[in-house]
């Protein structure tokens, strides 16, 4: 998973949440309430929709935000995480350790495939071949 | 001379193993409206843009409609205003890490596949077009720069 969670506040504008996934190239931000808690995912298709049904840069992020946070523990199988997102069609799931509003990662299917494919840093070192 | 080979379970692996087969094209003048139900139907991030003799133009990805949205441009602007361009390609027949590496340097997400037997910038028939998008967008931050490549060089060099 990724550590670090790009977050906004329900407060935020849309042209503030796609600053936020410009700068850090992330493909979705988690909304977190007043309370600092998870309420809500905005990604790049959220705000293409939004885009195409008038919304303006200057509406709220809790007005289009989806929720709940689909999220899984750092304790579960990866298998299980996986069979999650693509049951329920999502891309990433958000990573809790013990409080499931305090989100401490993302698992993207993207990170699963990588690490899966031996083609992460961690498993590259394993496999580097020393020829002459 | 020592060196050091990294391999991967993607070494050995051709473009044409990894890649989708079926592209979504749109005309020069579709509308951002209309490029963003056909990305949403498809789930695909990207749509190619053709022209009216059907010669790939460039490219229309969410991030490119994300800032339209931004800079508050409306949805009828023709996908021509706001593509990419050129699109670029690689062969089937290339190394899955080449073309890896290729998306690596040039900072996009997805490659257009060209048909073997016809000029990559001229392909036009969607049998000989494919997107190994999935791949880029899959394995695009596993891959080693090749400023890390030329330390690992340096270091093997030294040993």
């Known amino acids: ?132 | 001379m020592v060196f050091i080979e990294r391999r991967t379970v993607l070494s050995g692996m051709l473009v044409q193993e990894a890649m989708r087969r079926r592209v979504i094209r749109v005309s020069r003048e579709t509308t951002l409206s209309d490029c963003t139900n056909r990305m949403v139907k498809n789930k695909v991030a990207a749509v190619l843009v053709t022209s009216a003799d059907d010669r790939p133009v460039g490219v229309v990805s969410k991030t490119d409609l994300i800032g339209a949205f931004y800079a508050d441009l409306p949805v009828e602007t023709a996908a021509a205003d706001i593509m990419a361009a050129p699109p670029l390609f690689c062969f089937p027949d290339d190394s899955l890490e080449s073309a890896i590496d290729l998306m690596h340097v040039r900072g996009v997400h997805r490659l257009y596949v060209g048909g073997a037997e016809t000029e990559p910038i001229r392909t036009s028939s969607v049998c000989s077009t494919a997107i190994a998008e999935r791949a880029g967008k899959v394995f695009q931050r596993g891959v080693a720069s090749p400023k890390t490549k030329r330390i690992a060089r340096g270091c093997a060099s030294e040993m």
């Open chain 1, 1 to 132: 998973m990724t550590t670090s969670v790009r977050a906004c506040k329900t407060d935020n504008t849309l042209a503030e949440v796609i600053e936020d996934l410009t700068t850090h190239h992330c493909g979705a931000v988690l909304i977190r309430n007043p309370a600092g808690h998870a309420a809500g995912v905005i990604s790049k298709t959220d705000l293409v929709i939004a885009y195409k049904h008038g919304e303006k840069t200057g509406t709220l992020a809790k007005i289009i935000m989806r929720h709940p946070v689909l999220s899984c523990s750092t304790n579960d199988f990866l298998s299980l995480a996986l069979q999650q997102m693509l049951l329920k069609d999502v891309q990433r799931l958000f990573v809790f350790k013990d409080d499931p509003a305090c989100m401490i990662g993302v698992l993207s299917l993207s990170d699963s495939a990588r690490f899966r494919s031996g083609s992460c840093r961690a498993c590259t070192s394993g496999r580097l071949i020393v020829g002459a």
